[in-house]
């Protein structure tokens, strides 16, 4: 099959192109800097230059394809200027899935996350549920509305699929929670709330397969939770701290973190802060980002490895440099 990806540079979209590639699928991928992608081209995959909001390159990248993945995104927390969030995750995947539209693309499978339900206090929802408050970070909110104009282009004929995966660890993961995996299996002492929610741990390997399976089994107009096993980040981070025989993380209490963000509410108007001091953040680390993955067991035959063996897979690579 030719498939198409955005987002190949990335760290589920690498990971998914390398499966697509070793699978024996011939893969084409857009990128803003061919000369930067070179490891995509080693593996044999063709290059589009061009950005989300190139019709001509979205056009040229989507010319034969039998099926698109579109992964692309915007994930920061804590960023001065959000508008980014809107341009890459809203109007890019509206740019996107609009020309596989008008190119007649059989199968597209849209990366969304767990996070377009926000804080879920920890319920494990299924893909029915749609929530309706204030988001608590631009990603989130951004994510939501990319996720619903999946929805309306489906109802406009688009065989589009939507993955919706939790929390992504693994080696190439350069998010603040990659940094800190990193950082304490290098020995270094981190600081995390102690009393922060609970995450759907899934490895990168595992997520992308859940791509595939997506394309492969997946209903068009359907969405399917990613959602790997559940743990808060404190907790994950001692257990990459045993494993990798380095110091545990230091447990912020969740009245800190809480005290902190109320104060640096005021100052994130007028300053430049670190992202991990900004009160989006802040929110961030102490909510729940839950989902149940019974719908993608069923449907898919996805699975996900155990938490204890992908962390330990991921300090030996982390250790192997």
Known sequence: ????????????????????????????????????ARDLADLGVELVEGELDSDD?????LAGADGLFHVAGWYKL????????????????????SAALRAGTPKVVH??????????????????????????????????????????LFTRGLPVVSVMPGAIYGPGDTSQVGELVARV????????????????????????????????????GEDYMLAGEPAALAGVLERVATLAGTQAPMRVPAAVVRLTERAMTPLA????????????????????????????ERELGWHCRPLDQGLAETVSALRAG
């Open 1 to 36: 099959m030719r498939y198409a990806v955005t987002g190949a540079t990335g760290f589920v979209g690498g990971e998914l192109t390398r499966q697509l590639v070793g699978a024996g699928h011939e893969v084409v991928a857009l990128v803003r800097t061919p000369a930067k």
């Open 57 to 61: 390159a979205l056009d040229r990248l």
């Open 78 to 97: 804590g960023e001065r200027d959000p508008s980014p969030g809107r341009r890459v995750n809203v109007e890019g995947t509206r740019n996107v899935l």
């Open 111 to 152: 990366t969304s996350t767990l996070a377009i339900n926000s804080d879920t206090g920890g319920v494990l929802h299924d893909e029915s549920h749609r929530f309706t408050g204030d988001h608590l970070s631009e990603y989130d909110r951004t994510k939501a509305q990319a996720h619903e104009v999946a929805h309306e």
């Open 185 to 220: 299996v290098a020995g270094r002492r981190v600081q995390v709330p102690g009393g922060g929610g609970t995450l759907m741990w899934a490895h990168v390997g595992d997520v992308a397969r859940g791509h595939v399976l997506a394309m492969e089994r997946g209903v068009a």
């Open 269 to 296: 108007k007028v300053l430049p802060l670190p992202s991990s001091y900004h009160p989006e953040s802040l929110r961030a680390s102490l909510a729940s980002y839950t989902g149940s993955r019974a719908k993608a």
